[in-house]
């Protein structure tokens, strides 16, 4: 059982930015790929960025320019920075795992909410 631990959210304006973290209760060396996705109201959950089982990054389109996924040094925390954010940005971020048996496990989730 992979716990994971969102923290970093919270209300920012337009154009500020937010970095989230997500700590994992194993080391992401037994983890086959972590990263984030977001759920806004009314709409499906989306990938926002993820580290991928061969160690590289997988970012949705239209966020790569702002959005940034890093790792941790204790090997098992991912972050996201978040620059230049936008109204549209506004949304539940997860942190997601996907074991190397492809069982997949969700955070709580981080209130992210940009708003003048």
């Known amino acids: 059982q992979v716990q994971l631990v969102e923290s970093g959210g919270g209300l920012v304006q337009p154009g500020e930015s937010l970095r989230l973290s997500c700590v994992a209760s194993?080391?992401?060396?037994?983890?086959?790929?972590m990263g984030w996705y977001r759920q806004a109201p009314g709409k499906e959950r989306e990938l926002v960025a993820t580290?991928?089982?061969?160690?590289?990054?997988n970012y949705a389109d239209s966020l790569k320019d702002r959005f940034t996924i890093s790792r941790g040094y204790a090997k098992n925390t991912v972050y996201l920075q978040m620059n230049s954010l936008k109204p549209e940005d506004t949304a539940v971020y997860y942190c997601?795992?996907?074991?190397?048996?492809?069982?997949?496990?969700w955070g709580q989730g981080t209130q992210v909410t940009v708003s003048s």
């Open positions: 997601n795992a996907v074991l190397p048996d492809l069982r997949v496990y």
């Open positions: 194993e080391s992401i060396s037994s983890i086959n790929a």
């Open positions: 580290f991928t089982a061969s160690g590289g990054t």
